[in-house]
């Protein structure tokens, strides 16, 4: 490229729209290419070095001398002209003492100057503003960070002074149940050595046991719960957002997830994951003692299966007319709140010479008088009738589990009854979940009028898609579509009933809607540690057997139906 020629558009320059114009950064480009490529908003981009020149129009940028062209310039002098008639190319020079100054250059030096100067404090602007825009931001999140780490300090503070209090009164509740238990181990070496016909001592050990009964029933209690927080620190938790801020939105963050196991230990994670892992599983074992109703279930019946009944008082027919009633001793029963003093408690010593142990009595009662003794007695007749009701024979108890059936229907035929025994012990949300879906929801959810859609021959059979009828439908009894699915350590088998796993999540469990499956056939697939089984078929077993072997096309990869129509006409519990 010649040097005379515009290093854009390769033009050579001229005196009017090629006119050659030099920039702040001393880069010389046509007229033409400034003002079209160049020039927006009086400035002006170097096309080489990215440099902007500031500038009013381009009219007002001064041209370079140098590469002006010949016809431009005044002619050249006889003693710079070519000998041979030829034109020789013609340089001013840079230098005051080889030739005098005619003002051109010393204005564009002094316009050059002032635009780069100019130039120089914008840019010292811009960072002394950025500069204090960044100091303000960071003095407002020193701030917000400040404050926030006192609080958590405060938090800490006073979570620590509950801990404390929560240690000490756990040492106490210890020493009480340390103190218990040799009581309870007294009162059992008492009761095996007492004679059975001395009422007098067999009722004080009686007292003394409800009492302990009465102090240990709230640590039953505390047991569970601890058992409940261990289950829970075997777990693993997933964290997510819900509702992510915009400034997560731009980070391309808001599905990031966190999952955490709950058993951790200071040897190996840092303080603040066995911080985060301890709330965690305060927060879980506080909501589900408080909300669960199974948890609560579960300490119902614990407390209907202990010991209970009337103890029987047998006082009259022992003691004499004469003698005084007997006295109650320590008949309130007082819950310590520290550790009990040996003064609290009676203790029995049983002697089956002496029967005036634990009567506070100046005269000695009577030899108790023996059932043949009683016998002898003259009858009363203006005494009260005892009635006394025989124990009835054990008997094997009936389950208590929730059962739901359906009737179904192939074709036009007699429908037939099929009975579910469900298991809300370990899987309370699927069960929830199903016994919904067979009493139907008031928006019309639910098995009744809904099809088999889908069976392979002494295997399984699927249904519960209420909505098409095909396997791509259904809707959980819940709000949500699909809800995630306990871990049920019910094994697949024959005659189990299990929902359809619809979706599976990071950690690999699967959510669940409303489609179910029924074995039929013997299983000889793999065991896993966690199922979706929640129940089994009590009744109805071989009908369900027969209908496995109705045959079943495909409409497309991922729904089918049968043959033969085999529809739920009723379903409910029991």
Same mark, same amino acid.
């Given at each position: 490229?010649?040097?005379?020629?515009?290093?854009?558009?390769?033009?050579?320059?001229?005196?009017?729209?090629?006119?050659?114009?030099?920039?702040?950064?001393?880069?010389?480009?046509?007229?033409?290419?400034?003002?079209?490529?160049?020039?927006?908003?009086?400035?002006?981009?170097?096309?080489?070095?990215?440099?902007?020149?500031?500038?009013?129009?381009?009219?007002?940028?001064?041209?370079?001398?140098?590469?002006?062209?010949?016809?431009?310039?005044?002619?050249?002098?006889?003693?710079?002209?070519?000998? #041979?008639?030829?034109?020789?190319?013609?340089?001013?020079?840079?230098?005051?003492?080889?030739?005098?100054?005619? @003002?051109?250059?010393?204005?564009?030096?002094?316009?050059?100057?002032?635009?780069?100067?100019?130039?120089?404090?914008?840019?010292?602007?811009?960072?002394?503003?950025?500069?204090?825009?960044?100091?303000?931001?960071?003095?407002?999140?020193?701030?917000?960070?400040?404050?926030?780490?006192?609080?958590?300090?405060?938090?800490?503070?006073?979570?620590?002074?509950?801990?404390?209090?929560?240690?000490?009164?756990?040492?106490?509740?210890?020493?009480?149940?340390?103190?218990?238990?040799?009581?309870?181990?007294?009162?059992?070496?008492?009761?095996?050595?007492?004679?059975?016909?001395?009422?007098?001592?067999?009722?004080?050990?009686?007292?003394?046991?409800?009492?302990?009964?009465?102090?240990?029933?709230?640590?039953?209690?505390?047991?569970?719960?601890?058992?409940?927080?261990?289950?829970?620190?075997?777990?693993?938790?997933?964290?997510?957002?819900?509702?992510?801020?915009?400034?997560?939105?731009?980070?391309?963050?808001?599905?990031?997830?966190?999952?955490?196991?709950?058993?951790?230990?200071?040897?190996?994670?840092?303080?603040?994951?066995?911080?985060?892992?301890?709330?965690?599983?305060?927060?879980?074992?506080?909501?589900?003692?408080?909300?669960?109703? #199974?948890?609560?279930?579960?300490?119902?019946?614990?407390?209907?299966?202990?010991?209970? !009944?009337?103890?029987?008082?047998?006082?009259?027919?022992?003691?004499?007319?004469?003698?005084?009633?007997?006295?109650?001793?320590?008949?309130?029963?007082?819950?310590?709140?520290?550790?009990?003093?040996?003064?609290?408690?009676?203790?029995?010593?049983? #002697?089956?010479?002496?029967?005036?142990?634990?009567?506070?009595?100046?005269?000695?009662?009577?030899?108790?008088?023996?059932?043949?003794?009683?016998?002898?007695?003259?009858?009363?007749? !203006?005494?009260?009738?005892?009635?006394?009701?025989?124990?009835?024979?054990?008997?094997?108890?009936?389950?208590?589990?929730?059962?739901?059936?359906?009737?179904?229907?192939?074709?036009? @035929?007699?429908?037939?009854?099929?009975?579910?025994?469900?298991?809300?012990?370990?899987?309370?949300?699927?069960?929830?979940?199903?016994?919904?879906?067979?009493?139907?929801?008031?928006? !019309?959810?639910?098995?009744?009028?809904?099809?088999?859609?889908?069976?392979?021959?002494?295997?399984?059979?699927?249904?519960?898609?209420?909505?098409?009828?095909?396997?791509?439908?259904?809707?959980?009894?819940?709000?949500?579509?699909?809800?995630?699915?306990?871990?049920?350590?019910?094994?697949?088998?024959?005659?189990?009933?299990?929902?359809?796993?619809?979706?599976?999540?990071?950690?690999?469990?699967?959510?669940?809607?409303?489609?179910?499956?029924?074995?039929?056939?013997?299983?000889?697939?793999?065991?896993?540690?966690?199922?979706?089984?929640?129940?089994?078929?009590?009744?109805?077993?071989?009908?369900?057997?027969?209908?496995?072997?109705?045959?079943?096309?495909?409409?497309?990869?991922?729904?089918?139906?049968?043959?033969?129509?085999?529809?739920?006409?009723?379903? @409910?519990?029991?």
């Amino acid at each position: 490229m010649s040097s005379d020629a515009c290093s854009s558009c390769f033009m050579p320059y001229n005196a009017t729209d090629h006119a050659p114009l030099i920039l702040s950064c001393y880069h010389t480009y046509c007229r033409t290419c400034v003002d079209s490529y160049m020039f927006q908003a009086q400035q002006i981009t170097c096309l080489s070095c990215s440099k902007v020149t500031q500038a009013v129009s381009v009219s007002s940028l001064p041209q370079n001398p140098y590469l002006q062209p010949r016809d431009s310039i005044s002619p050249l002098p006889p003693y710079l002209r070519n000998p #041979s008639g030829g034109a020789e190319d013609v340089y001013y020079s840079d230098s005051d003492e080889e030739k005098p100054s005619n @003002g051109v250059s010393e204005e564009l030096k002094r316009n050059l100057i002032i635009q780069s100067q100019k130039s120089n404090i914008n840019l010292i602007s811009q960072i002394l503003d950025t500069n204090m825009q960044s100091i303000q931001e960071s003095k407002s999140a020193r701030k917000i960070k400040n404050e926030s780490l006192k609080e958590t300090i405060s938090a800490i503070e006073s979570l620590k002074l509950k801990l404390e209090n929560d240690l000490k009164n756990n040492r106490n509740q210890a020493k009480i149940i340390v103190d218990l238990e040799k009581k309870s181990i007294t009162l059992s070496q008492q009761f095996t050595e007492v004679d059975d016909m001395d009422y007098n001592s067999i009722k004080m050990i009686y007292q003394e046991a409800v009492k302990i009964q009465n102090i240990v029933k709230p640590e039953s209690d505390f047991s569970d719960i601890q058992k409940l927080e261990k289950a829970i620190s075997q777990s693993t938790v997933k964290i997510n957002f819900d509702k992510a801020d915009q400034f997560l939105g731009k980070l391309k963050a808001e599905n990031d997830q966190i999952f955490m196991k709950l058993t951790t230990n200071l040897e190996n994670d840092s303080e603040l994951i066995f911080l985060s892992t301890f709330m965690l599983k305060s927060l879980f074992t506080e909501k589900i003692a408080t909300h669960n109703k #199974s948890f609560k279930n579960l300490n119902e019946i614990e407390f209907d299966q202990s010991p209970s !009944g009337q103890f029987e008082d047998l006082s009259k027919y022992i003691a004499n007319d004469d003698e005084p009633k007997m006295s109650m001793i320590n008949s309130e029963v007082k819950m310590p709140v520290t550790a009990p003093n040996a003064s609290e408690w009676n203790f029995v010593s049983s #002697s089956k010479i002496n029967n005036n142990i634990g009567v506070k009595s100046s005269k000695p009662l009577a030899k108790p008088v023996s059932f043949s003794d009683m016998a002898k007695k003259q009858a009363n007749p !203006g005494a009260a009738v005892i009635k006394r009701i025989p124990f009835p024979e054990k008997t094997i108890a009936q389950t208590n589990r929730p059962h739901c059936f359906f009737k179904i229907q192939v074709d036009n @035929g007699t429908p037939f009854r099929v009975v579910f025994e469900l298991r809300p012990d370990m899987a309370p949300k699927m069960v929830e979940n199903f016994v919904k879906l067979c009493k139907g929801l008031p928006n !019309g959810m639910g098995y009744k009028g809904s099809n088999i859609y889908r069976a392979k021959g002494d295997d399984h059979l699927l249904g519960g898609d209420f909505e098409n009828n095909d396997g791509t439908g259904g809707h959980s009894s819940f709000e949500e579509r699909y809800v995630l699915a306990e871990q049920c350590p019910l094994r697949d088998h024959k005659g189990a009933i299990r929902m359809r796993g619809q979706e599976r999540t990071m950690d690999g469990r699967c959510k669940i809607g409303s489609q179910f499956m029924i074995w039929v056939g013997d299983l000889d697939y793999k065991e896993y540690r966690f199922t979706l089984v929640f129940g089994k078929v009590v009744e109805g077993f071989n009908q369900l057997l027969e209908v496995s072997r109705i045959k079943a096309v495909q409409k497309s990869p991922t729904s089918w139906i049968l043959k033969q129509s085999v529809k739920i006409v009723d379903s @409910g519990t029991l």
